[in-house]
T-cell receptor
């Protein structure tokens, strides 16, 4: 089936550790996104990429890094510089038709917790 | 940047029609209105998108008045499985979409 796969579903990070969240899509979408969601809150954009080998910072990029070496993959690294990483992380993709009428397809998310 | 305002929460009984209204006074000419549904511990799911008048699909209807300063998502005959958070988004030209806190719909048996 076509879709977006996030792994792992649950992830635990120790103090000072970098962790990487995986996001893979087989929808042939050009654009991919990473959002963070805290309990009871909306989604906040971390990074997005509209094309391979290019990405832009979102509203809360500090403490995070990404790469887009392949169209299908957009991994997110939560670095030790992110002091409050506990959250639900969501990856999404789209065909990229412009922000005025974009339709996002989301993965099932990764819950990251700090030990 | 078009900002949206929607109720924080709503309650409904099973079998009733639910209407969730979203206000977007600063919507731009090229902007579309899109609604997503999110269940706990899952990613949001696209429900419906429209530009003007009325749009209907197998899940919901979207009503947009002529001035486009608001929109109403209509869910016919809700069931317990429709309990979720519903987000209203408005396209914003050159900047990424913004997900607010949404409307938390609770369906009661």
């Amino acid at each position: 089936d076509g879709g977006i796969t996030q792994s792992p579903k649950y992830l635990f990070r120790k103090e000072g550790q970098n962790v990487t969240l995986s996001c893979e899509q087989n929808l042939n979408h050009d654009a991919m996104y990473w959002y963070r969601q805290d309990p009871g809150q909306g989604l906040r954009l971390i990074y997005y990429s509209q094309i391979v080998n290019d990405f832009q910072k979102g509203d809360i990029a500090e403490g995070y890094s990404v790469s887009r070496e392949k169209k299908e993959s957009f991994p997110l690294t939560v670095t030790s510089a992110q002091k409050n990483p506990t959250a639900f992380y969501l990856c999404a993709s789209s065909t990229w038709t412009g922000w005025d009428n974009e339709k996002l397809f989301f993965g099932s998310g990764t819950q990251l917790s700090v030990l | 940047l078009a900002k949206t305002t929607q109720p924080i929460s709503m309650d409904s009984y099973e079998g009733q029609e639910v209407n969730i209204t979203c206000s977007h006074n600063n919507i731009a000419t090229n902007d579309y209105i899109t609604w997503y549904q999110q269940f706990p511990s899952q990613g949001p799911r696209f429900i419906i998108q429209g530009y003007k008048t009325k749009v209907t699909n197998e899940v919901a209807s979207l009503f947009i008045p002529a001035d486009r300063k608001s929109s109403t998502l209509s869910l016919p005959r809700v069931s317990l499985s429709d309990t979720a958070v519903y987000y209203c988004l408005v396209g914003s030209g050159n900047t990424p979409l913004v997900f607010g806190k949404g409307t938390r719909l609770s369906v009661i048996a």
